[in-house]
């Protein structure tokens, strides 16, 4: 069946680089998203990328795919505290549309 | 400012009671799904819905769980009876499944206490 796996924890200094990996098994995944939780809110989309992409960059987020090893990355430039949250990766098939989800990466972003 | 709106925000009930949670999607969305988030499970499919009908609930717990779809704007996710195991926060998402366009809106959530 379908698996994504991330680390649980990642703890930076502002103004550092965050990035947040994630792994999947799903071949015939199409799209792979990131969200982002905040305590007591519910997810908010940060960007996806299609699988036929290896990097989609927006603004000081970058997310960079290795389909052959099956890996997704979200990386924050300059993070600040309001970074602070739990970072979800999930990843879709073109039909079906309904996504699986990692078990969550808490970045702890330190002034 | 268009967004999944879900009520109530929070429930409480007691045990063996029934419990429904609301979801207006976005205008326009063909598609809704129902997530449950536990610490222990994380985000776990229960059900979804294309155009109002039901494509998948295998995730629900089909002797207490129903989930409907009324009209366009309404979903509906029931509890009868309720139990402890239930507690969790329910989202609602909704999406677009005609373009290229994969995303997918939650809504904030129902965070459901079974005493």
């Known amino acids: 069946g379908e698996d994504v796996e991330q680390s649980l924890f990642l703890s930076v200094r502002e103004g550092d680089s965050s990035v947040i990996n994630c792994t999947y098994t799903d071949s015939s995944s199409t799209y792979l998203y990131w969200y982002k939780q905040e305590p007591g809110a519910g997810l908010q989309l940060l960007t996806y990328i299609f699988s036929n992409m290896d990097m989609k960059q927006d603004q000081r987020l970058t997310v960079l795919l290795n389909k052959k090893d099956k890996h997704l990355s979200l990386r924050i430039a300059d993070t600040q505290t309001g970074d602070s949250a739990i970072y979800f990766c999930a990843e879709s098939d073109a039909g079906r549309r309904a996504l699986t989800f990692g078990s969550g990466t808490r970045l702890q972003v330190q002034p | 400012d268009a967004r999944v709106t879900q009520t109530p925000r929070h429930k409480v009930t007691e045990m063996g009671q029934e419990v429904t949670m609301r979801c207006q999607p976005i205008?326009?969305?063909?598609?809704v799904f129902w997530y449950r988030q536990t610490m222990m499970q994380g985000l776990e499919l229960l059900a979804y819905?294309?155009?109002?009908?039901?494509?998948?609930d295998s995730g629900m717990p089909k002797d207490r769980f129903s989930a409907e779809m009324p009209d366009a704007t309404l979903a509906t996710l029931k509890i009868q009876p309720s139990e402890p195991r239930d507690s969790a926060v329910y989202f609602c998402?909704?999406?677009?499944?005609?373009?290229?366009?994969?995303?997918?809106?939650f809504g904030q959530g129902t965070r459901l206490t079974v005493v």
């Open positions: 205008l326009g969305h063909n598609t």
């Open positions: 819905f294309r155009n109002r009908a039901p494509l998948d």
């Open positions: 998402a909704s999406g677009l499944v005609l373009t290229p366009k994969p995303e997918a809106f």
